[in-house]
């Protein structure tokens, strides 16, 4: 079984100012890692994904993650957030194969002030 | 290419009623994943489905929810008998072959 695991549930933080958003994965298989985004009262956009390969993974928005196997981690960070970046993210894994479903954490808030 | 397509966005039901859920997939996409969002809660797995076929449905409920994907027409899922605690958001995903999702904006549910 897989579960995944968002240290905080709310992250408030200052314009300009760097963040990084915490996620953990248990999982016994390899797995596929995600990071999605959630607007108010919106669908789920896909922000970045890890497959394969290198670690450091670039994604939209200026947004990028690095996959830590040792630390089971995927964490996601942005080196200068604005105000548009108030969200909720969410980090998921599948364990690919045949069946893509998708484990999600509970989501982190990010709320960015001026 | 029009995203993934739920209709409709917001329904309200009353206690015992039933609820139909519809989701068009992306054009060419043959899998789709539905999944419940319960409020301050992340996305749960509920079912897996491709054409005329369910895949997994190993996060449905036992009883009152049904899900399918007819060859022609969009995949629905069905709530029978409503009940408070089936109020949610309901969201409908679709890949093709690989493992990227992409999601529709969502059915929000509301059992009076």
């Known amino acids: 079984a897989q579960s995944v695991t968002q240290l905080d549930s709310q992250v408030p933080v200052f314009e300009e100012a760097p963040v990084e958003l915490r996620c953990n994965y248990s999982s016994s298989v390899s797995v596929y890692l995600f990071w999605y985004v959630q607007y108010p009262n919106q669908g789920l956009q896909l922000l970045l994904k890890?497959?394969?390969?290198?670690?450091l993974v670039k994604g939209i928005n200026g947004f990028e993650a690095e996959f830590n196997k040792s630390q089971t981690s995927f964490h996601l960070r942005k080196p200068s957030v604005h105000i548009s970046d108030t969200a909720e993210y969410f980090c998921?894994?599948?364990?690919?194969?045949?069946?893509?479903?998708?484990?999600f954490g509970k989501g982190t808030l990010l709320t960015v002030n001026p | 290419n029009a995203g993934v397509m739920q209709n409709p966005r917001h329904l309200v039901r009353r206690r015992g009623q039933e609820a139909r859920l519809r989701c068009s997939p992306m054009k060419g996409h043959s899998h789709v994943y539905w999944y419940r969002q319960l409020p301050e809660e992340g996305l749960k797995f509920m079912v897996y489905l491709q054409k005329e076929n369910i895949i997994d449905e190993s996060g449905m409920p036992k009883e009152r929810f049904s899900a399918e994907f007819p060859k022609e027409g969009p995949s629905i899922l069905r709530i029978q008998q409503v009940v408070r605690g089936d109020s949610a958001a309901y969201f409908c995903?679709?890949?093709?072959?690989?493992?990227?999702?992409?999601f529709g904006p969502g059915t929000r549910l509301t059992v009076l």
């Open positions: 890890y497959l394969s390969g290198s670690t």
């Open positions: 995903a679709s890949s093709p072959v690989d493992n990227e999702q992409f």
């Open positions: 998921a894994v599948s364990s690919g194969g045949s069946n893509y479903k998708l484990t």
